[in-house]
């Protein structure tokens, strides 16, 4: 029986992985696509470590900023554990080979300086080199960065340290259910993608990496099309804790047609935003949210929005923003050196999720940890700040790996039965066996522009409600939902489908979430309601009653 | 506008929107006309290197495809295909780790440079697509081929600083590595982060030839022509 099975293959179930093997684990890495596929790639800007190399900066900095945007809803002990943790980890990943950014020399701070600011850090270390950019929110320049391929060389290098390390993958095979017999984990069932059969995995901890849900706003999101929440929805059938699922941060510059993500650099490098009648109408620099309700105003009173980065000149746009450049020639058919780029604010990251202890383990299944944009390890509170996510994954999914293989040493190594495999088995045959009524994909556009347009950036109780109404009528009809492919092997539509299922399953979790919380916090925003209450500053957590399972 | 797609048992035509980028299409056709269509995708924003496959015979990514009148689109090659676009694509990433692509000794108490992180910005670029490997003419004779992206990935590390071991990598790739690439340049042409393999392993077989490393194809056709040097073709 494995000691640690972890579920996901992004940053954070690669980082578990590695320090539960590093611990003395067997480990296994589970994923439905292969891992460098994860959504970890898109990151661009970068991670947050208060190493001081440009300028003045201490741990307690990075502390004070996170706790400062999380408006009152995080655990500060969970914060002051990461970002002191950040420059220890920033080390681990230069010493794996993570190609970071390099400052030159003559901005290096001069020794004496130095001294002091990174004491933590051993001397004559290339540690120093490495570059820092300003993220929103930071009071110093915090961001270590590659280029803006930050989250795709972090990924692949620690896939390459896997490899290195010797960690077995188990690529294509699409979590379906934990197994948790008595509130213990004890393992988790599988559709293999590519055999269609379902398989049951014996572990002794299951630590579960799975990603955020911002893919359930299909449509209006920068996330990848898999970012279904489908270890948030499987922790939620088993039993466990979901919290501050209300919580999902807008970013203000999505490409109007394809959600694509504009960086912040592109407002850090000194671009405009202008309405239709090309008026400047909010100072680009404020917080992510106030930006995105600004634009969202603009936008509601019929306007449109535009990302104006003209008077940065072609050559200047190359050298900063190469990738973006690219992406609007390619998505919106424009050249950002001449022309306008159409921009909508869109759902980029979600700060709710699985709620875990002070040791990343789930409340209410015993043995199974969560790390990553899937967990609610309470640093984010009710906004995240740039930065802080792959600090985050790496920092966080450690810490749960080596949880993991600290449970497994004492867990019993006795396996389940195979009850929740023939369950699967079932629902897997029933979906087989029905009929064709609905079509998925259009119904899946349809709850993204509802979640959009009701459970957004500005929201109302009178439309949340009526968001539920309809979220609830989908839920009946997706019971009714058959395949249009009914092959048996590789089929990507049951995958599909399956997602769909679990975004459907989280959605009323994040409306009834929103219609509870009565105020406006960070990424929250209520009309009716539209200051901060004390009263609120609490978490709403959800958990279904046995008997509802 | 038409498309044309080359399924596993089938040659199909599709009408689909135009101005789509080629992942939209396979997604319009998927929810109007076939669900059961089959290929593999994830960011469509060119970076999770889910999507290449082959259009009018060159491997593209489909999320950066914009469709033509009478595109043709085929898996990519040198991978099994699984269910129509969606291939296999195991044996490939295996070449990683056969190449040994990671840092073997890593030390950290060095200086690093722009110009240090520049020597292999590009090569670490790589979204491992698999683009290359498609494209490369040796897989046609030599399966076992390293293929360009594990050895550009070994490259990288062979070049990083904080790498006391590169002798290690080398090691890993003279059997069915450096000596087996053409040098044609095809990977180098079709890769759509701009990464050229083709340079890299030259590169790689001049620190090989560092190591005491010789070109072995050389060494057989001295052998049968003492007076080899007149150049190659005679
Ligand atoms: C465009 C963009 C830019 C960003 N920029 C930054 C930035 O600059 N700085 C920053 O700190 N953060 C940034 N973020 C956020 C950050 O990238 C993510 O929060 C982080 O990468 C999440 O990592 P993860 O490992 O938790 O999940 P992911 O990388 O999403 O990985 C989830 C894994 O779980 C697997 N999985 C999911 N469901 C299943 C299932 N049912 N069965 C089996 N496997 C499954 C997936 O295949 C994948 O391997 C950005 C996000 C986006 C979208
Ligand atoms: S240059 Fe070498 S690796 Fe690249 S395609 Fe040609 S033979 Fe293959
Ligand atoms: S080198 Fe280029 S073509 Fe080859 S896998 Fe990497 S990104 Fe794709
Ligand atoms: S879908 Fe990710 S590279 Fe095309």
Redesign the pocket.
């Known amino acids: 029986m494995l000691d640690v099975l972890v579920?996901?293959?992004?940053?954070?179930?690669l980082s578990a992985a590695l320090a539960a093997k590093e611990a003395g684990a067997s480990v296994l890495v589970?994923?439905?696509?292969y891992?460098t596929?994860?959504?970890?790639a898109?990151?661009?800007?970068?991670?947050n470590a208060a190493l001081g190399n440009v300028e003045e900066d201490h741990p307690s900095l990075h502390i004070q900023d996170t706790i400062k945007s999380a408006h009152g809803l995080c655990n500060e002990d969970m914060v002051r554990h990461l970002c002191a943790d950040a420059p220890k980890t920033i080390e681990w990943l230069e010493k794996i080979g993570v190609p970071f950014s390099r400052l030159p020399q003559s901005i290096e701070v001069s020794q004496s300086d130095t001294n002091q600011r990174s004491s933590l850090l051993a001397p004559h270390s290339s540690l120093k080199s490495i570059a820092q950019r300003q993220l929103g929110g930071a009071s110093a320049k915090r961001a270590c960065y590659a280029q803006d391929y930050?989250?795709l060389k972090i990924l692949h290098t620690l896939y390459d340290t896997c490899l290195k390390e010797g960690i077995d993958f188990l690529d294509e095979?699409?979590?379906l259910n934990l197994i948790v017999p008595e509130d213990t984990v004890k393992g988790a069932t599988f559709l293999d993608i590519r055999s269609g059969e379902v398989k049951q995995i014996d572990a002794k901890s299951v630590v579960i990496?799975?990603?955020?849900y911002?893919a359930l706003y299909h449509g209006y999101t920068?996330?990848m099309y898999?970012?279904t929440g489908?270890?948030i929805a499987a922790v939620m059938r088993a039993g466990g804790a979901l919290s501050d699922m209300e919580f999902v941060q807008f970013h203000p510059t999505g490409l109007k047609h394809s959600s694509i993500?504009m960086s912040e650099s592109a407002r850090g490098e000194g671009g405009y935003l202008v309405n239709t009648k090309g008026e400047r109408f909010v100072d680009e620099l404020k917080p992510r949210d106030e930006v995105s309700r600004a634009i969202f105003a603009q936008i509601q009173a019929g306007g449109s929005v535009f990302l104006d980065l003209r008077h940065l000149g072609e050559e200047k746009l190359q050298t900063l923003l190469p990738q973006e450049v690219a992406l609007c020639k390619l998505h919106e058919k424009i050249d950002p050196a001449h022309a306008l780029v159409p921009i909508k604010p869109v759902a980029?990251?979600t700060m709710g999720g699985i709620d875990v202890d002070e040791a990343l383990e789930v409340n209410g299944i015993k043995g199974c940890f969560a790390a990553?944009?899937?967990s609610n390890a309470k640093v984010h509170g009710a906004n995240r700040l740039?930065?802080?996510?792959?600090?985050e994954?790496t920092a966080f999914g450690r810490f749960a790996g080596e949880n993991a293989y600290k449970h497994s040493i004492y867990a019993s190594s006795k396996p389940a039965n195979g009850e929740q495999k023939e369950k699967d088995i079932a629902a897997i045959e029933a979906i087989y066996a029905r009929p064709l009524t609905h079509n998925h994909y259009t119904m899946q556009r349809t709850l993204g522009r509802l979640l959009y347009e009701k459970v957004g950036i500005v929201r109302e109780n009178r439309t949340l409600h009526q968001a539920l109404e309809m979220v609830i009528a989908m839920q009946v009809e997706q019971k009714e939902m058959g395949l249009a492919d009914k092959n048996r092997t590789h089929n990507q539509t049951l995958v599909e489908l399956l997602e769909f299922q679990n975004a459907l399953l989280i959605a009323p979790a994040i409306i009834s979430a929103a219609i509870a919380r009565d105020e406006s916090r960070g990424a929250h925003f209520k009309k009716g309601f539209e200051a901060e209450d004390e009263a609120f500053k609490k978490h709403i957590v959800l958990q279904w009653k046995r008997e509802e399972r | 506008m038409k498309i044309t797609i080359k399924r596993d048992k089938s040659v199909e035509s599709f009408e689909v929107s135009e101005g789509l980028t080629l992942l939209a299409a396979l997604y319009e056709i998927k929810e109007k006309q076939d669900a059961s269509l089959t290929f593999s995708s994830g960011c469509r924003a060119s970076i999770c290197g889910a999507c290449a496959v082959r259009v009018n015979g060159k491997e593209v990514l489909a999320c950066a495809h914009k469709i033509n009148e009478n595109d043709t689109v085929e898996p990519l090659q040198y991978h099994p295909v699984l269910r129509d676009l969606k291939v296999d694509k195991q044996k490939a990433k295996e070449t990683l780790k056969r190449a040994s692509a990671w840092l073997h000794q890593p030390q950290i108490s060095v200086e690093i440079t722009p110009e240090d992180e520049h020597r292999t910005e590009r090569q670490s670029d790589c979204i491992l697509c698999d683009s290359c490997y498609s494209a490369c003419p040796v897989f046609a004779v030599n399966p076992d081929f390293l293929g360009p992206f594990a050895l550009t990935r070994a490259y990288r590390y062979s070049e990083d600083k904080r790498e006391s071991n590169v002798k290690e990598i080398i090691d890993h790739i003279q059997t069915n590595g450096v000596w087996d690439c053409t040098l044609c340049g095809e990977c180098t042409a079709v890769c759509p982060k701009g990464i050229d393999p083709k340079m890299d392993i030259t590169m790689l077989r001049g620190t090989s030839l560092q190591h005491g490393y010789s070109d072995p194809n050389f060494t057989a056709q001295s052998f049968g022509t003492p007076d080899f040097g007149g150049g190659f073709g005679f």
């Open positions: 579920i996901g293959s992004g940053g954070a179930g589970v994923g439905k696509m891992p596929n994860s959504q970890t898109m990151a661009q800007g970068g991670m930050t989250g095979h699409f979590l990496a799975t990603g955020g911002g920068t996330n898999g970012a489908d270890g993500l980029h990251y990553g944009e899937c740039g930065g802080n996510s792959l600090l994954i």
